[in-house]
């Protein structure tokens, strides 16, 4: 399968902002931005379905805003304010089941497919 790809990820300082891009295939009904800092497990960040709805997880929400264009296939992580502990490698992720985007959202590694990953890196 063709997995998605990112991109966007780099270095900031806190209180910064970064815009991450995500290029899917095939049909993807919920997509979402995963999380994994050094050390640590892989975590949801923020998931939308094709009608637009999103989630968030409380550690983002206010400061994160995630989008995606159905036609074309992407997906954006708009990541402001940004936090030390924000730092890691995002991935974007994509499943085929429109009923479960909030599901995915705490319980990530059940997404059918996320891409290689881009790193952010925030300094305080």
């Known amino acids: 399968q063709v997995l998605p790809v990112e991109s966007g990820g780099g270095s900031v300082e806190a209180g910064g902002s970064l815009k991450l891009s995500c290029q899917a295939s095939?049909?993807?009904?919920?997509m979402g931005w995963l999380r994994q800092a050094p050390g640590g497990e892989r975590e949801g960040v923020a998931t939308?379905?094709?009608?637009?709805?999103?989630h968030y997880a409380d550690s983002v929400k206010g400061r994160f805003t995630i989008s995606r264009d159905v036609d074309k296939n992407t997906l954006t992580l708009q990541m402001n304010n940004l936090k030390p502990e924000d730092s890691g490698t995002y991935y974007c992720?994509?499943?085929?089941?429109?009923?479960?985007?909030?599901?995915?959202?705490?319980?990530?590694?059940?997404?059918?497919?996320w891409g290689q990953g881009t790193l952010v890196t925030v300094s305080s």
């Open positions: 992720a994509a499943d085929r089941s429109e009923y479960r985007c909030s599901y995915l959202l705490t319980v990530p590694d059940a997404f059918d497919k």
């Open positions: 095939g049909i993807n009904f919920c």
């Open positions: 939308i379905n094709t009608g637009g709805v999103p």
